[in-house]
């Protein structure tokens, strides 16, 4: 600190002064103006954050999905679940009640 205060009041105080501001709007440059400042870093890495999770919750559907058609083709009590809740499908002799 005290340093900072012999070059404040000392000969080359117009130097430093100059050297601050210039320091200092380069600064305030980086964070604020243009288009690859702080913020709009920042606001980059919120929404590459929400698209990773978007993602990730679509490839769970997807999953969910595929283990879901995989029965389908494989289970036949599961294929006609699915046509008669579906499709409202039905055996011969059945009688089909729909309730909305």
Known sequence: M???KELWNGPGRNSFIFLTVITLAFVFSILFLGDNNLVN?????????RQQDQIEQY???????????DM????RDTL???AREQFYFAAPGDDVYIIE
């Open 2 to 4: 005290v340093k900072l």
């Open 41 to 49: 870093l920042v606001k980059v890495e919120f929404e590459l954050g």
């Open 59 to 69: 490839r769970r559907e997807i999953d969910e999905m595929d283990a879901r058609i």
């Open 72 to 75: 389908l083709q494989h289970n």
């Open 80 to 82: 006609e679940e699915f």
